[in-house]
Every structure is written in C-alpha cells, then in structure tokens.
C-alpha cells in the first residue's frame, strides 16, 4: 500500500505558503525602508530654516520637509483657532492642540500652526491674538490627503500665551512594526506547511495495486 500525494492540495498549499513567505519578504523589506526614513527624518531638524523657494518646492510636491524646521510670521489678529486637534503637551499630557491659521483673512491656508496646547475642550471657541513669529517643526499632510485642507503644520517649540507648549514630533517615535509583521507571516507559512504535512499523514493509505 502507498500514499499518494493529492495533487491539487498540494499545488493550493504550495502557492499559499510562497505567497504567506512573500508577505513576510515584503514586510522585511519595508522594514529597511522604514530604518532608512528614521534616519533621514532624525537628521532633519539639523538641516537649515525651511526657506521660500524649499516651500514653494515642496507645495509642488518636489521635495519634503517632512520634520523640517521652519519659522513663519503669525500675524493675523484676533481668530478663533482653525482646529482642534488631539495631541500632548511637552511633558507627555494628552489634551488638545489649538491649531490656527496665519491668514489675515479667510482663505484656505497652505500652512497652519499649533499655537498651543492645552486640555480645554472648547478651545475652538477661544479668541487668540496672533501677533507671533513662530518656529518649530514642519509636519506634512497633517491632514493626509483631504481636499481643501492644509498641507503642512507647523509645530512650534514655544506656546502662545496662555496656552502650553506642545509635544515637539521626533522620528524615533514613529511605528516600526514590520518585523514583528513579517515574523506573523513567516510563523503562518511555517504552520501551514505543518498542518500539511499531518494532513498527507493522516490520509488514508491507498491499496496496493495487485498483479493480474
């Protein structure tokens, strides 16, 4: 008697075991690219004040300055704040950003900035005076791509008074959580090919075939 190995289980089981490893592969290589992001992002700050043409530039979306370090006039006056944004406070307390619009006037802004922290929930409805020059940290699509909104946010490392100052955003804080992903999907090529293995076990053995 033998066992005869099912030909398309075992075609369905093979492509899903490479597909699972492709995954994990893809997850790997993510992880590099990711490494490589930090470490570009870490070096930004140290790079010189965002100039006009590099803001221009980026507007055109043909460089970042992603973590960049800008300083920008925040003379509008009297406004109430553009958003409220959840966020912390330099020592680590959750709360709110008062986010804001330098524009004197009511068009859509190209950049905004966070005037401050703080934990008041109807801090959108607070008059502030902007009478400010701010520098702090560019952050990018802050609110990804939705239309209309504003495609960076400056972060200052100062607070318009009273409000606190906020969390300043650091490269090593963001996700790296690619190899603990590719390692799900290695364990799930590993188990599949495992469940197989007792599956062509387990088959029951085929008769011998007998001589005429």
Same mark, same amino acid.
């Given at each position: 008697m033998s066992r005869r190995i099912p030909i398309i289980p075992t075609i369905i089981t093979a492509a899903g075991?490479?597909?699972?490893?492709?995954?994990?592969k893809w997850q790997l290589d993510r992880r590099a690219w990711k490494h490589d992001l930090i470490e570009r992002l870490a070096a930004a700050p140290n790079l010189?004040?965002?100039?006009?043409?590099?803001f221009r530039a980026a507007m055109m979306g043909d460089v970042s300055i992603q973590y960049r370090r800008a300083s920008i006039d925040c003379r509008a006056g009297d406004k109430?704040?553009?958003?409220l944004r959840p966020g912390s406070s330099a020592g680590g307390t959750s709360g709110f950003y008062v986010v804001v619009s330098c &524009?004197?006037?009511s068009r859509p802004p190209d950049i905004v900035a966070v005037a401050g922290w703080t934990k008041r929930v109807d801090a959108k409805d607070i008059v502030?005076?902007?009478?400010?020059?701010?520098?702090g940290t560019v952050i990018e699509r802050p609110y990804g791509n939705a239309p209309d909104r504003p495609r960076f946010m400056l972060i200052p490392r100062?607070?318009?008074?009273?409000?606190g100052r906020p969390l300043q955003p650091r490269?090593?804080?963001l996700p790296d959580n690619h190899l603990a992903y590719a390692g799900q999907w290695f364990g799930l090529a590993i188990a599949l090919a495992a469940i197989y293995g007792l599956y062509?076990? &387990?088959r029951p053995v085929a008769p011998a075939a007998k001589p005429e």
């Open positions: 075991i490479l597909i699972l490893c492709a995954l994990g010189p004040l965002v100039s006009p043409e590099e109430k704040p553009y958003d &524009r004197p006037n502030i005076t902007l009478d400010h020059q701010l520098t100062e607070a318009i008074p009273p409000l490269a090593a804080d062509l076990r &387990r």
